[in-house]
């Protein structure tokens, strides 16, 4: 189990790079997924599955969603059929497949039994998770979601301009 973790943490350093490294704004985000799903196998193999499931559904779902629309929006320099031509070939997905395909074997291994004493791991609960967001972490919570938002009128604003439109 150690050494899937540690596996699943170098799968999200590496996606992480693979991120930052990326030129086609598309590609850095098929990246991303797999480095939040990589990240969601390290805080299952940790106990954490209840994060976990929020990493996915959040971040992994939501958020990669909003970052598709805003790159939709901003409609950077190629034309549409251009870009979806890109985007379709297989060297667009080849490395988010590849990373993806050993971060779901990875939670497939996870689901089978321990052979070995179950760790002494508490663990987290939704209870517990909405005590700390809706408690005392209840001001971080609306920070971030203003900021979200601020980034999101932003991308529009720029995108609106970029096209000419005042």
Not at 25 to 48: E, R
Request: charged share 10%; proline share 4%.
């Amino acid at each position: 189990m150690h050494a899937l973790a540690l596996l699943a943490a170098s799968m999200t350093v590496m996606g992480a790079i693979m991120v930052i490294t990326r030129r086609v704004a598309v590609h850095a985000v098929l990246y991303l997924v797999v480095t939040l799903l990589a990240l969601a196998a390290v805080l299952v193999m940790q106990g954490a599955s209840v994060a976990a499931m929020l990493e996915i559904i959040i971040y992994a779902g939501a958020i990669m969603v909003l970052f598709v629309f805003v790159i939709m929006m901003l409609n950077l320099g190629q034309t549409d059929s251009t870009r979806e031509k890109e985007w379709l070939r297989p060297r667009a997905w080849l490395g988010p497949g590849i990373l993806a395909t050993i971060v779901c074997a990875e939670l497939l291994y996870c689901r089978r039994p321990l052979s070995g004493p179950a760790p002494a791991l508490a663990p987290i609960t939704a209870h517990d998770v909405g005590l700390s967001l809706f408690g005392r972490y209840v001001l971080l919570v609306e920070l971030v979601s203003f900021l979200l938002l601020a980034g999101l009128v932003s991308a529009f604003y720029i995108g609106r301009n970029r096209m000419g439109r005042h």
